[in-house]
């Protein structure tokens, strides 16, 4: 049961470590998105 349990969290870590690598090009994508958004106020 605990060799199980510590499978399951090795799991789960490597599972977030994997999202956590997406999180800062979701931030650039994000980033993009503003400044896009900014150009096009400016031309109105």
Same mark, same amino acid.
């Given at each position: 049961?605990s060799a199980r349990n510590g499978l399951q969290s090795l799991? &789960?870590?490597?599972?977030?470590?994997?999202? &956590?690598?997406?999180?800062?090009?979701?931030?650039?994508?994000?980033?993009?998105?503003?400044?896009?958004?900014?150009?096009?106020?400016?031309?109105?």
């Amino acid at each position: 049961m605990s060799a199980r349990n510590g499978l399951q969290s090795l799991l &789960f870590a490597e599972e977030a470590h994997q999202n &956590f690598d997406i999180i800062p090009a979701r931030d650039g994508y994000l980033q993009a998105l503003k400044v896009l958004l900014r150009k096009k106020d400016k031309n109105k």
